[in-house]
C-alpha cells in the first residue's frame, strides 16, 4: 500500500468551507483587518502595558488530556514533560538547530516569550498533575467533538487532546494519510467559526500521541522512523495562536485559491509580511531535508526563497527551526485579544501555576486488563495505571475472584464460577483517596453455556440478539431487521450510514460453540449472506464525489473471546 504521509487536512476543509460559503471571504478579511489593527496598536504601546510577565514572558497555563485504550496511546508522563520542555525551547529561540536558518531569515526569527506550565489546580481549584486520562475509543477516530467532551474553561487552560488517530467528519483520507494535528484558531477568528460550528469548547490542541515530545512514542511517527522533534507541537500550538500556513491563501471570490503564491484576487496568503509566500506545502520526498534557501516556488516582490524551515510549513520537524517577528506580532495580538485571560495574573493563581513547589495530589484511581472476556477456570491480570499522584498503598476487590482482595498493584486473579463480575480498585496517598468500580467488567463464560454445532442463526424466530454480546463504538448498534433478508423476513442489521465515525469499530461477537460435538475429520467451515454498499460523500466545487467504505472483518477465539485471530476480510 501507500507509504504513510501527513495530510494537510485543515487546509483542505477550509477551501471546502469557503466553497460552499463565500461570505465566509468577508468574515475573515473584517477579522483581519480588525486584527492588523491590534497588532498596530501593540506595536506603538510595546508589552509594557500588558497583563503580567514573569521573567518577561507570558506563561500560559497548559492540562494535557491523554485519550486513550490501555495501549501505547496512553503515553508516559515523561513523554509530556519532554514535549513541553521542547516546546518552551521553541517558543524562546532556544533550539539549538537556529544555526540551520537560512542566513537571509537570520535576522526575523524571533523569541516568542511564552512559558508554558502543567496546570496544578483543576477547574474546581483540586490539585492536579495537568494531566488527565480518559479511556475513550474515540480515541482511534477524534475529531473537534472529541475536544468538546473533555475539555476544561478554555479561557483558563490550554487544553492539550492527544490521540491515536485524527479522522475528520465527512472526510476520506487517502490512502496512506494521517494528520499529526488539527487544532482550530481562536473562536473569535470566522475560519475557527467554519471549523467548529462555533462550539467554544472545541478549543485547543488536537494531536496525535506521537506527535508529542521526542520520546517513548514520538521516536517513530505515522509508522515511519521519523522522529518529528516535537514539531508537530509547535506547529499545532502556532494555530492555536492565530497563525497560519505560509501557502494559505483565500481568494475574495466564488473559489479559494489553488495557489499560496499572491495574486489579484488572493493578495494577502498567511497574513504575515515576513514570511515569504509558498505555493504549496513543503512535503519531503525523503528522511533527508531540502537545504534552506534551495527552493523558490513564488515570485513576489522582493523575490525571496521559500522559508521552508518555518515551524508553520510541512516539512519533517527536524528540519522546522523558526517563527519570525511577523508571526510573533500576530502571537502577541492574540495574547492580547481573545487569549488575554490566560496569562493574568488572576488566572495564573487561578491554575496554581506561580507556586513551583513540588506537590502530591490525591491519586486518580485507574486500572486495565488485557482482556475482559474469559473461560470458566482461567487468569485475569489486572494493572493499575491509577494517575496524578503516586499510590502509596491500594485494595483490590475481586467479585467472585481467587483472591478476592489484592493489594499488589499487578494481580493475577483466577475466576472458577461463571457470570459476570465487578472490580474495585482503591488507592491513597498521603493527600487524598480514590476509588473506582467496573461493573460487569470480567465477563466468564460458564462450561455449561456452549452451543454445540451444527449451529444456525436465521433470526427468524428472534426479537432481540439476547445470545450475543454487541459491542459499539459509535453511531447505530446492530439490530434485527424485519423486511431485509435473504431468505425469510429477517436479517442482523447495522446502520452505519448516519452518524457514522470513520475508523470506530461495531462489534456483534455469537455465543460459544462447541466444535467437537462435530463427527471426527470433518472441517468447520462458516458462511453467512450479506449486503452492503458504501455511503456517498458529496463534491464541491473543489472536491470531487467520494464514496466511504466499511471494513468486515470475521475473527475466531478458541479461548472465550480472550485472543482473536482474523479469518476474513471485506473491503471496498
Keep these: 500500500g501507500q507509504q504513510p504521509f501527513l495530510y494537510q487536512a485543515d487546509d483542505v476543509i477550509l477551501r471546502k468551507k469557503v466553497a460552499e460559503n463565500p461570505d465566509l471571504i468577508v468574515q475573515y478579511m473584517m477579522f483581519e483587518e480588525n486584527f492588523k489593527e491590534l497588532q498596530k496598536s501593540l506595536k506603538e504601546e510595546g508589552l509594557s502595558k500588558t497583563d503580567t510577565l514573569i521573567n518577561g514572558k507570558r506563561v500560559i497555563p497548559v492540562v494535557f488530556h491523554i485519550i486513550h485504550t490501555y495501549e501505547a496511546n496512553n503515553i508516559s508522563d515523561d513523554q509530556i514533560l519532554d514535549a513541553l520542555n521542547l516546546l518552551n525551547i521553541d517558543y524562546n529561540k532556544l533550539n539549538p538547530d537556529t544555526a540551520n536558518t537560512y542566513s537571509l531569515f537570520k535576522p526575523r526569527a524571533a523569541n516568542c516569550q511564552i512559558e508554558f506550565r502543567l496546570a496544578r489546580k483543576d477547574p474546581f481549584g483540586n490539585c492536579t498533575s495537568g494531566i488527565v486520562r480518559h479511556y475513550d475509543p474515540e480515541t482511534n477516530f477524534a475529531y473537534f467533538e472529541t475536544m468538546a467532551k473533555y475539555a476544561w474553561e478554555p479561557n483558563h487552560y490550554l487544553n492539550v487532546f492527544v490521540v491515536s488517530f485524527i479522522y475528520p467528519a465527512d472526510m476520506t483520507l487517502p490512502d496512506g494519510a494521517f494528520i499529526g494535528g488539527m487544532s482550530p484558531f481562536p473562536p473569535d477568528n470566522p475560519l475557527s467559526q467554519a471549523l467548529t460550528g462555533g462550539d467554544t469548547l472545541k478549543d485547543g490542541v488536537l494531536i496525535r500521541h506521537d506527535g508529542v515530545g521526542s520520546i517513548g512514542t514520538a521516536t517513530q511517527m505515522g509508522g515511519m522512523p521519523i522522529n518529528m522533534l516535537n514539531r508537530t507541537f509547535t506547529h499545532e500550538t502556532g494555530h492555536y495562536f492565530n497563525l497560519y500556513h505560509p501557502f494559505q491563501n483565500l481568494m475574495a471570490g466564488l473559489i479559494p485559491a489553488s495557489s499560496g503564491c499572491p495574486s489579484f484576487l488572493a493578495p494577502n496568503g498567511d497574513e504575515v509580511d515576513d514570511t515569504p509566500p509558498v505555493d504549496q506545502a513543503t512535503v519531503n520526498t525523503s528522511i533527508d531535508c531540502y537545504p534552506p534557501g534551495s527552493r523558490n516556488t513564488c515570485h513576489e516582490t522582493p523575490d525571496e526563497p521559500d522559508m521552508i524551515e518555518n515551524y508553520m510549513d510541512y516539512q519533517w520537524g527536524y528540519c522546522n527551526n523558526i517563527f519570525t517577528l511577523g508571526q510573533k506580532a500576530r502571537i502577541d495580538a492574540t495574547l492580547n485579544g481573545y487569549r488575554r485571560s490566560l496569562w493574568s495574573k488572576e488566572n495564573l493563581i487561578k491554575t496554581g501555576v506561580l507556586d513551583t513547589a513540588v506537590q502530591l495530589c490525591a491519586p486518580k484511581a ?194 472465550c473471546g480472550k485472543t482473536w485471530s482474523n479469518k476474513l476480510s471485506f473491503s471496498g
Design 366 to 559: 485507574d486500572f486495565y486488563t488485557s482482556t475482559t472476556m474469559i473461560c470458566q477456570g482461567s487468569t485475569v491480570t489486572f494493572h493499575d495505571v491509577s494517575f496524578n499522584g503516586q499510590v502509596e498503598t491500594r485494595i483490590w476487590e475481586f467479585e467472585g475472584g481467587t483472591p478476592s482482595t489484592s493489594t499488589d498493584p499487578n494481580p493475577v486473579v483466577t475466576y472458577n464460577q461463571g457470570g459476570t463480575f465487578k472490580v474495585t480498585l482503591k488507592v491513597y496517598n498521603a493527600s487524598g483517596s480514590d476509588s473506582l468500580t467496573k461493573v460487569n467488567y470480567v465477563v466468564v463464560w460458564p462450561d455449561d453455556s456452549t452451543i454445540n454445532a451444527p449451529y444456525v442463526e436465521s433470526f427468524e424466530a428472534s426479537t432481540a440478539l439476547n445470545k450475543f454480546t454487541i459491542l459499539n463504538e459509535a453511531a447505530g448498534s446492530w439490530t434485527i431487521k424485519t423486511g431485509a433478508a435473504y431468505s425469510g423476513n429477517k436479517s442482523v442489521y447495522l446502520s452505519n450510514f448516519s452518524n457514522g465515525r470513520a475508523g470506530s469499530k461495531d462489534i456483534l461477537i455469537t455465543p460459544t460453540i462447541n466444535l467437537t460435538s462435530l463427527p471426527a475429520g470433518q472441517h468447520v467451515k462458516v458462511s453467512f449472506k450479506y449486503a452492503y454498499t458504501g455511503k456517498i460523500i458529496p463534491g464541491t466545487i473543489i472536491t470531487p464525489p467520494d464514496t466511504a467504505y466499511d471494513k468486515l472483518n470475521v475473527l475466531v477465539s478458541n479461548d
